[in-house]
């Protein structure tokens, strides 16, 4: 008898690797998720801020917030996880 020289992986290594790879994106896709978020909170406070400011100057010009029923400025739009409204 001969002994064979055998390459390659087994069925239960495979599915060791997979389940390792499974379970490091069990946490990493959450965490990710959340990282993100928080970089758009940035974008989220500096368009807020820029709005405080714009409403204040037409509240300085026209000394009221409400302009025929609308706030007077636009708001911030196009903010990733973030409706802004008056």
């Known amino acids: 008898m001969r002994k064979q020289d055998t390459c390659g992986f087994t069925l ?38 820029d709005y405080r400011v714009r409403m204040e100057h037409f509240y300085q010009d026209h000394r009221t917030y409400a302009k025929a029923g609308a706030c007077g400025q636009s708001v911030p739009t196009g903010l990733a996880d973030f409706v802004v409204a008056c």
Do not use: C, F, K, Q
């Open 12 to 49: 239960i290594e495979a599915m060791a690797a997979v389940a390792v790879v499974g379970i490091l994106a069990a946490i990493g896709i959450p965490n990710y998720s959340r990282y993100v978020t928080r970089g758009h909170l940035v974008d989220a406070g500096n368009a807020l801020s």
